[in-house]
Nanobody
Framework: VQLQASGGGLVQAGGALRLSCAAS????????MGWYRQAPGKQRELVAL???????NYVDSVKGRFTISRDNAANTVYLQMNSLKPEDTAVYYC?????????WGQGTLVTVSS
């Protein structure tokens, strides 16, 4: 499967963005879909995961501000980001995960100005 992330951009602190991750095929078979991010000079980190059953987990720094969702019919995963902070600035990647495989999108840049 190929993943296409979109929705990044430049936003002021306190603003919002919604990222989308469109898959070229069905995401039904992936038990987890996720968003990761990588800031300049830092390692890639997990931001949010959602299971095939709709259960979501978040890194502590985004809890209460970000919401991950998936639309299996549209083969798309979303990340709604509210109350953005400068420290959220990063390239955001979506991923489709199974026990033995992982597929990654190309990344979309989110820049939050103070």
């Amino acid at each position: 499967v190929q993943l296409q992330a979109s929705g990044g951009g430049l936003v002021q602190a306190g603003g919002a963005l919604r990222l989308s991750c469109a898959a070229s095929g069905s995401i039904d078979s992936f038990n987890r879909m996720g968003w990761y991010r990588q800031a300049p000079g830092k390692q890639r980190e997990l931001v949010a995961l959602i299971t095939s059953g709709g259960f979501a987990n978040y890194v502590d720094s985004v809890k209460g501000r970000f919401t991950i969702s998936r639309d299996n019919a549209a083969n798309t995963v979303y990340l709604q980001m509210n109350s953005l902070k400068p420290e959220d600035t990063a390239v955001y990647y979506c991923a489709a995960l199974n026990t033995l495989s992982a597929f990654w999108g190309q990344g979309t840049l989110v820049t939050v100005s103070s």
